[in-house]
């Protein structure tokens, strides 16, 4: 698409579906009012109340209650595996750059797809 209509044609195609399916979702979605909200409570608000959804819950196991970590160790893997595959991919092309001297004009698609 870009090599036929131009380099911006996909961002402005993706603009425009975008701004269509939220006219669309305007029109046709139904108006949901907020519950009614109750007095506040004391126990805290803020920027990472949120995050205290992975703290280990108390589980009654019959005759002893033991802390569940599930949540925090679904949070911490799910942290590491982005932080992860994310990185190796710069410090991949970092090395390789280093390694075998490409520049960035050297690189071209061109050249990688021969």
């Known amino acids: 698409m870009g090599d036929r209509f ?3 044609a996909p961002f402005f195609l993706a603009f425009s579906l975008l ?3 939220t006219i669309i979702s305007g029109i046709f979605l139904p108006y949901i009012p907020p519950p009614e909200q109750t007095a ?12 205290k ?17 599930g949540l925090f160790f679904i949070g911490v893997g799910s942290f590491v595996s982005t932080f992860a595959t994310s990185t190796i ?4 092309q ?3 750059t ?3 001297g490409f520049t960035p004009s050297a690189v071209r698609l061109s050249v990688l797809l021969e």
């Open 6 to 8: 131009g380099l911006s």
């Open 19 to 21: 701004a269509l399916s």
């Open 40 to 51: 506040k409570s004391s126990t805290g608000g803020g920027f990472f109340a949120p995050l």
């Open 53 to 69: 959804i992975f703290l280990p819950r108390l589980v009654d196991n019959g005759d002893k209650q033991t802390r569940w970590f």
């Open 89 to 92: 991919q710069i410090l991949l």
């Open 94 to 96: 970092l090395v390789s």
């Open 98 to 100: 280093a390694a075998f």
